[in-house]
């Protein structure tokens, strides 16, 4: 099963699951751009960088969710996820393969140095966030 399948069948229901795109003030953004690709030259931009998912409530992004294929490992998109999490200042990060789900919690100056990293049965809902 690709990314995208995987998405559809696995990911979307779970995030509907939470309550994320259901609960009043929560929605969902897919295919978040994060930055429109560098300058190539030509009016030719590179690939942009995205999110596969960032989850809002009530206009504050609260996590970001990187999507990887049924076969590919867990935490195959946590690197991602991470940064993505660092450029947007989000301080929960998600990485799936549909299978299972891997959360981090990104370090902040008044936390610990390394973000506590662990695998979930679930996704939070907005107010666990």
Do not use: H, M
């Given at each position: 099963m690709n990314e995208a399948e995987t998405r559809a069948k696995h990911m979307d229901p779970a995030l509907r699951?939470?309550?994320?795109?259901?609960?009043?003030?929560?929605?969902?953004?897919?295919?978040?751009?994060?930055?429109?690709?560098?300058?190539?030259?030509?009016?030719?931009?590179?690939k942009p960088l995205c999110a596969d998912y960032i989850l809002e409530?009530?206009?504050?992004?609260?996590?970001?969710?990187e999507a990887e294929a049924w076969d590919v490992p867990l935490t195959e998109g946590v690197a991602r996820?991470?940064?993505?999490?660092?450029?947007?200042?989000?301080?929960?990060t998600y990485a799936t393969n549909g299978q299972a789900i891997y959360q981090v919690d990104m370090p902040h100056p008044s936390h610990c140095s390394y973000p506590p990293e662990v695998e979930v049965p679930t996704?939070?809902?907005?107010?666990?966030?």
């Open positions: 699951a939470a309550g994320w795109g259901v609960v009043e003030g929560s929605r969902i953004r897919r295919e978040y751009v994060i930055s429109p690709g560098r300058i190539q030259g030509k009016f030719r931009r590179g409530y009530r206009n504050t992004k609260l996590a970001v969710v996820a991470k940064n993505y999490a660092e450029k947007l200042a989000i301080r929960y996704f939070p809902s907005s107010d666990q966030l």
